[in-house]
């Protein structure tokens, strides 16, 4: 079996061809410091204290028709095991990360069918440290599937 990916790496400065949903305080395209091209998302930007205590969310669902994997770039800047990125499948976390962190490469498999992803940036009450900021780039999904015989 050989997978042909979908590749969002938000190049055309918009979310790609896949429908996104975001909470209260949704996630931005930025130009600042992508991992690759000229853009990537950031979780949003809040002065001072403003975004004490808030969550920056993006969501979207998305059908696969084969097992296979999802994978994305993350950056993060913020406090050390307070303000944190959050990556969650089917509402389950996946992955978690905070302090300072360079470019990194996540990849989680995912069963053929339905499933919903959510990349969350929660920022605690207190001190504000870096750039108090998640980034992704280059997500990466299966999106068909070829059999050869």
Known sequence: M??????IDFEDSTWGSIS???GNY?????????YEGNYCIRSKSWSGDAGDGRSSVANFSFTSTIDDS????YRVSSEE?????NFYID???KMQASGEVGWTRAAFPIAAGSHTF????????YLASGEDAAYIDNLQLPSSAVTYL
């Open 26 to 34: 949704p996630w931005e395209i930025t130009t600042y410091n992508p």
């Open 20 to 22: 996104w949903t975001h």
């Open 2 to 7: 050989c997978s042909s990916d979908l590749i």
């Open 91 to 93: 509402n389950t976390i």
């Open 70 to 73: 999802i994978s994305f770039y």
């Open 81 to 85: 095991s307070y303000d944190k990125l």
């Open 118 to 125: 959510r990349f969350s940036y929660s920022k605690d009450y």
